[in-house]
């Protein structure tokens, strides 16, 4: 049972074969195809990885890092999330869709083609993000701001924006 109970805690598997077992280190997939994330809700675990086509759908997080999780295809739908940092993920075509974040700061976290839509932002920052033709609409922020993030093609369309700042973040046609 000790045993047992060790392997599950250090996240380990046996593998029995003929009568004879075997421990073996699960190595995590770093890459995630077509593999939808619909009502899974996760906290204190970190997510990394290439996502390609696989949508988070209704499944909050709490205290769960997003590191070297780049992402193409895939939105984040009705998710909400609070203390969700963002490091080196970059994103292509995946748009935020009613997903209020709360303490999400982006770092080194380049956004390209992927619009926030009634997506509330509350203490996350922009810091050395760049934005490409990323539109937010209806997306209220508040307390952050962008810290040397340029912005290119990414206006705020009926969003508002409280106790914003924005620090050496050029932006054009935004």
């Given at each position: 049972l000790w045993r047992r109970i060790e392997t599950f805690a250090a996240n380990k598997t046996e593998i029995i074969h003929s009568g004879r077992s075997k421990r073996q280190v699960l190595i995590p997939n770093v890459l995630?195809?077509?593999?939808?994330?619909?009502?899974s809700p996760y906290m204190f675990s970190p997510v990394f990885g290439l996502t390609i086509l696989g949508p988070v759908v209704l499944s909050p997080s709490l205290f769960s890092?997003?590191?070297?999780?780049?992402?193409?295809?895939?939105?984040?739908?009705?998710?909400?999330?609070?203390?969700?940092?963002?490091?080196?993920?970059?994103?292509?075509?995946?748009?935020?869709?009613?997903s209020p974040l709360v303490m999400a700061p982006f770092i080194?976290?380049?956004?390209?083609l992927s619009p926030n839509v009634i997506n509330p932002y509350i203490l996350s920052p922009l810091i050395l993000s760049p934005l490409v033709l990323c539109p937010d609409v209806l997306s209220p922020m508040v307390l952050g701001g962008a810290i040397l993030s340029p912005a290119v093609g990414s206006p705020a369309l009926f969003s508002k924006s409280f106790l914003m700042a924005s620090v050496l973040s050029p932006s054009v046609l935004s």
């Amino acid at each position: 049972l000790w045993r047992r109970i060790e392997t599950f805690a250090a996240n380990k598997t046996e593998i029995i074969h003929s009568g004879r077992s075997k421990r073996q280190v699960l190595i995590p997939n770093v890459l995630s195809v077509l593999n939808p994330t619909v009502l899974s809700p996760y906290m204190f675990s970190p997510v990394f990885g290439l996502t390609i086509l696989g949508p988070v759908v209704l499944s909050p997080s709490l205290f769960s890092p997003l590191i070297l999780n780049p992402s193409v295809l895939s939105p984040y739908v009705i998710s909400p999330a609070v203390g969700m940092p963002f490091i080196l993920s970059p994103y292509v075509l995946s748009p935020y869709v009613l997903s209020p974040l709360v303490m999400a700061p982006f770092i080194l976290t380049p956004y390209v083609l992927s619009p926030n839509v009634i997506n509330p932002y509350i203490l996350s920052p922009l810091i050395l993000s760049p934005l490409v033709l990323c539109p937010d609409v209806l997306s209220p922020m508040v307390l952050g701001g962008a810290i040397l993030s340029p912005a290119v093609g990414s206006p705020a369309l009926f969003s508002k924006s409280f106790l914003m700042a924005s620090v050496l973040s050029p932006s054009v046609l935004s």
